[in-house]
């Protein structure tokens, strides 16, 4: 049934301050009198004004609420050392694994405080490097980030896009390697994509998508993606389409050239939903037309790589915990297709086609395991680790004889390690030096049933030697979507907290990418609230073993993870004794209306069908606010350049949950400026937001800090 809209009233009518808003004076937010039929179902909608982040009065409500925030959090006599302590922790030099290209390697590096880590080459990794591009010369603020870069196969260019104030928007520009200088080319109103050389190094592919409205960048729906290719010297204008759909609104595509050039691979994704397709092009063949490989959208299929005309595909096709296939070109029917890495008990997450083998990525109850097969399928080899977290990297050409990967833990910062493909040895290259003592922590996984009997694992680190007896200010972390898992990793700010006398909790929530596909199917559509009861779970556990109680509770997530908290303070306020939410999906029945939300039907399910609208409306949290109930201390967090969770979410639901608290703990909403959903954040605003989420905890969750903290 199509979604039928009914405004039944459109008088501007002001809120009335309750007694709780006239103590702690919240700016006050105009309420609509509209109400909207959905399905048949009146929705009032009072705060749909707060949509225009550009109108006059949608501004004033925006400095009006910041003066609040701001002076709130400045006020807490934490907030000082809490800052001071994440900046001197933060500053220690920080590496990405490094890539090779010809004759010469290229990698990240932050000194420790740079706002954006700044891209590197040399001859060799003993090499004194040289710039390639700094980002942080690209604006006096920061704000303007590296979003994407290439370098050609020769090693002679640099194609790299730059996004401004967090914005998933990007321009590509190209750089000489060896003069460090722009050329002319530019590429604008691409998003959502990357860049591919042709091995020739004449140009490249990329995607885009129509230029925007004029003042609606950030605003408008993004259909119809379209592949291009560059050449190198031309200006846009005269760039190729390569492929579009003009019958598919929705689908969108990434272009990867493979690594012995000949072909083209097109993956053909529709939004966030896991099932794709692919398709191919010859480029040694004039004029070659795209091929259909793989038409239907029934799996997941991650291109890997190929040996000639035999394609690896990394799926989960009649494999929940995915294996490795090969398809040869030359017979692709099914039933030539063939099995390389079968599933096993754990997830395969990833594989990557380097130096003759292949070297598959395991999570084994959400930590990573490594593992090296032969190009026919063989084990090899597995990697040592240095213990429980997580492992990435393993890049590189077919021909290399070494590759490079990174492990990290809660009390392991990120290191970088070359792995040698002959002697299966690794070495370290990059070691961290951060100023704690790891032998002060401990980490440790358990398992808790949810409401239903599902076993769902959790990570708690702290401070060794705590003591259970519920007096532990915990802070609760969760995603629960998209089939992303959550694995352990080193954090500056989680390490605070624990200096702080905090214990840290990560629940592996379903819906993520922890078990594979049915763990993800098992928390999205009409499963979503099995997520929250997981999270609910994790709570009581941790309150039942002793570790915390509900007032010093907290909770946090952003994005998905920021749904997760706004229904989880919904549907159990007495459960938490405060909540950080970060750039959350908060209006679940307009949330496909505005930019890149209409991909999420996929998890979420679509308010223009009424199965999934009754699902949805049941959990969205701004209908679901009950005035005059007892929320706990909230902290809502946004930026005004999210391009990609429109900021109307965070401001219509912070109005909201003003309006309706009934207790006296804070609801406030910090709004960043030149800021976005999140990448590219300078490391000064991340470190600012930080300390502030951190100072709103303490005065809520009534925690000293220990006389040793900061020393």
Known sequence: MPLSASITAAALLLSMPTAKQDRFAYPESKRLDLVEKLHGIEIPDPYRWLEDPDDAETQDWIAAQNKLTFGYLAAIPARKPIGERLTKLWNYERFSTPF??????FWFKNDGLQAQSVLYWAPSLKAKPKVLIDPNKLSEDGTVALSGSEVSEDGKYLAYSVSSGGSDWQEWRVRSVATGKDLKDVVRWSKFSGASWTHDGKGFFYSRYDEPPKGKELESSNYYHK???????????????????????????????????RYLIVSVWHGTNPENRVFYKDLKRKNAKVIELLPVADAAYGFVGNDGPVFWFLTDLKAPLRRLIAIDIRKPDRKHWKTVIPTSKDTLESVSAVGGKLVAGYLRDASARIAVFSKAGKLEREVKLPGLGSA???????????????????????????????????SSVFVPK?????????????????KDGTRVPMFLTHKKGIALDGSNPTLLYGYGGFQIPLTPGFSVANLVWMEMGGVFAMANLRGGGEYGKSWHDAGRLKNKQN?????????????????TDSGKLAIHGGSNGGLLVGACITQRPELFGAALCDVGVLDMLRFHKWTIGWAWVSDYGSPDKKPDFEVLR????????KEGSRYPATLISTGDHDDRVYPAHSFK???????????????????????????GKPTQKIIDEIADQFSFLVKNLGVELPDSFGK
């Open 531 to 547: 997520v929250f009861d997981d999270f609910f779970a994790a709570a009581q556990w941790l309150v039942a073993n002793r570790y």
């Open 434 to 450: 951060v100023q704690f003592d790891p032998e002060k922590y401990e980490t440790k996984q358990v398992f808790y049933r949810s």
């Open 100 to 105: 090779k290209r010809a004759d010469k390697y």
């Open 618 to 625: 049941k959990y969205s949290p701004y209908h679901n606010l």
């Open 392 to 426: 990435g990297g393993f890049g590189g050409k077919w021909t290399d004889d070494e590759t490079f990967y990174w492990f990290t833990s809660f009390s392991y910062p990120v290191t970088v390690f070359r792995y040698d493909l002959k002697s299966f040895q690794s």
């Open 227 to 261: 592949l291009y290719y560059h050449r190198l010297g031309t200006p846009q204008s005269k760039d190729t389409l390569v492929y579009q759909r003009k019958d598919q609104k929705e689908w969108g595509f990434d272009g990867t050239v493979t690594d012995d050039g």
């Open 653 to 679: 639901f912070a109005a909201a949950l003003q309006r309706a608290q009934a207790g006296e703990a804070p609801v406030l909403i910090r709004i960043e400026t030149r800021a976005g959903h999140g990448a």
